[in-house]
């Protein structure tokens, strides 16, 4: 056996040795998710616990008098509340409604920033865009939520546009930086290569630019679902925000803080179960980089 067969077998993990670290790495992931997920539920109990039985106790010593139990409902009160509300039918025909305005107005509003971040590239349209992408950046959607109230009143073209002023520069951003960082030795090569336009878009530059529209997509959309919420609190007769609305005038703060955290929670699932899986699945071509 020669000196360079004799290094390369002494060198040779045994399949064994491979299994065992390949145990103790999905260990380790199982254990730091474990304790990811039990920090997470801990914080949720603790933060019910104390509102349940301490927050009235805390809020009545802030304000110097006892406080009406009524204007602070615990949260076992707000639960009996949802499912009644659940069941006279109110809950899901007011998210419906919700959700169509998010989907139509984000989907515009998706469109038209990535059009814009894509006509962006050329220096006359990033001239001519630059300053009403800088203003949709910088101004708070409750602008554009009051003006499009008092223009159209309670008609469904209102939160529509609102949404797309709110959002559309945050997709128009991340399209416009991600078309900048493409990697023009690929595309350079590909062009040598003759691979056609097509084929070019699919495999080069879409996969490139997904990350900066999975980022756009969810900041956005998180945008979108406030902005949607305010419209519907000034100017609708349906959906989450008219709801509260309703609730905020009969002063019946046990179905208010129901729709807060009906709109809160389900906001959360969509972002962190919804989103994710759709990016996860996305990106699962991607190798896990993990720290050694």
């Known amino acids: 056996m020669t000196t360079t067969e004799t290094d390369s077998a002494t060198t040779e993990t045994p399949p064994a040795a491979r299994v065992t670290e390949e145990e103790l790495a999905r260990k380790a992931r199982r254990s730091e998710l474990t304790s990811r997920w039990f920090w997470r539920i801990l914080s949720y109990v603790a933060v019910l616990a104390i509102w349940e039985f301490a927050l009235l106790d805390i809020f009545s010593f802030l304000r110097g008098s006892p406080l009406d139990p009524k204007l602070l409902p615990g949260p076992s009160e707000v639960v009996a509340t949802f499912f009644e509300i659940w069941g006279e039918g109110t809950m899901p025909a007011a998210f419906q409604a919700t959700l169509t305005r998010i989907a139509v107005g984000f989907g515009l509003s998706f469109l038209i920033g990535a059009m814009i971040g894509i006509l962006m590239q050329s220096k006359w349209f990033e001239g001519f865009f630059k300053d009403a992408v800088l203003i949709s950046l910088s101004a708070p959607g409750l602008i554009w939520v009051l003006i499009t109230a008092i223009i159209f009143g309670n008609r469904p073209l209102g939160p529509t546009i609102a949404i797309i002023l709110t959002t559309f520069a945050l997709v128009t951003v991340n399209v416009s930086e991600g078309i900048r960082a493409l990697p023009k030795d690929l595309i350079d090569m590909a062009k040598s290569f003759q691979v056609n336009v097509f084929k070019r878009n699919r495999q080069i530059v879409i996969p490139h630019l997904a990350p900066y529209l999975f980022t756009g997509l969810r900041f956005g959309f998180s945008i979108a679902w406030k902005v949607t ?16 609305r309703i609730s905020a005038v ?38 896990a980089v993990t720290a050694t």
């Open 250 to 287: 009969l002063f019946d703060m046990s179905e208010f803080l129901t729709w807060i955290l009906a709109f809160f929670f389900f906001a959360l699932f969509l972002e962190k179960v919804v989103l994710e899986a759709i990016e996860r699945r996305y990106f699962r071509w991607r190798q």
């Open 229 to 244: 919420v305010l419209t519907e609190v000034f100017s609708s007769s349906a959906g989450i925000g008219f709801e509260m």
